[in-house]
């Protein structure tokens, strides 16, 4: 690198064509960086469109499959999967059941299109009743038995054929308790992609819609974190990291780019 001044230093000499500004571009978006998240419901021809958020539709698992082969075609780097199941309960049973929606929708996706990359999303809060992240214990989500659910869930995604999970629920401990899941179900090539830095946001809003997974009380900030904690956020990194998180995630990312650089 040069240490001239100006006039002899010029930056923009560098950029006065399109063919020279291509030749120096230092970041590069293309489609095999982009994951497409699309939702899930029982049924047959279905696209229910999610009002909220237009263009976007919930789809049946036929559906889901010509989905799937549309992102295999533009070279997408994957999909990832969001279930609305048929029932909720306390426990959000569908979630880690065999025949559950997504379940039912990797092992569709994988039929129609095995090279293409499939992502779970392992969390509680569309499949539970009250819509939470985790199982409820005296009006407050419980920790360690959400984990132990999440495993179950990630274990189920695994069987059916996931190629990565993706937890989103916030616990403590999430991380490990799947990795140890997984490990125990002869799962141990599945990696995990956290959702790290998870700050409680109204962007959510539409996304919850899609997912039909709104809490039906309170808020989710005695788990997701408060928007205003930098170092909070970069020791949740670092304990999923710890526990064994493959890949980790700042969410959501547009506001929180000051994170994302760090
Ligand atoms: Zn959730």
């Not at 799937?68 to 426990?91: H, M, N, V």
């Not at 569709?108 to 969390?123: E, M, S, T, Y």
């Not at 205003?228 to 493959?246: H, P, R, S, V, Y």
Request: charged fraction near 20%; glycine fraction near 10%.
């Amino acid at each position: 690198m040069s240490s001239a001044q100006f006039p002899i230093r010029r930056m923009r000499r560098l950029r006065r064509t399109g063919a020279l500004r291509r030749l120096v571009q230092e970041t590069h978006l293309v489609p095999s960086q982009l994951v497409w998240p699309l939702f899930v419901r029982h049924g047959e021809g279905l696209r229910t469109p999610v009002t909220a958020m237009p263009g976007v539709a919930q789809l049946s698992t036929d559906e889901l499959a010509k989905e799937a082969e549309r992102a295999a075609a533009l070279g997408l780097g994957g999909i990832i999967l969001f279930g609305i199941p048929a029932s909720k309960d306390a426990t959000g049973s569908e979630a880690h059941d065999e025949q559950g929606i997504v379940q039912q929708a990797i092992r569709a996706v994988k039929r129609a299109v095995p090279q293409l990359l499939v992502i779970g999303d392992v969390c509680l809060c569309e499949y539970t009743d009250h819509g939470h992240c985790g199982v409820l214990r005296d009006g407050d989500v419980d920790n360690d038995s959400s984990v132990y659910l999440l495993g179950k869930i990630a274990v189920m995604q695994a069987r059916a054929g996931v190629d990565l999970v993706a937890p989103s629920d916030m616990m403590d401990g999430r991380v490990a308790g799947i990795r140890k899941a997984l490990d125990a179900g002869g799962f141990s090539h599945v990696p995990i992609m956290s959702y790290a830095a998870k700050f409680a946001s109204a962007f959510y809003g539409p996304f919850r819609e899609a997912a039909g997974s709104t809490p039906q009380f309170g808020d989710r900030q005695s788990y997701q974190m408060a928007v205003g904690n930098g170092d909070e956020a970069m020791k949740e990194i670092q304990l999923d990291l710890d526990e064994g998180a493959d890949i980790i995630m700042v969410k959501p990312a547009g506001p929180c780019l000051a994170r994302i650089s760090l």
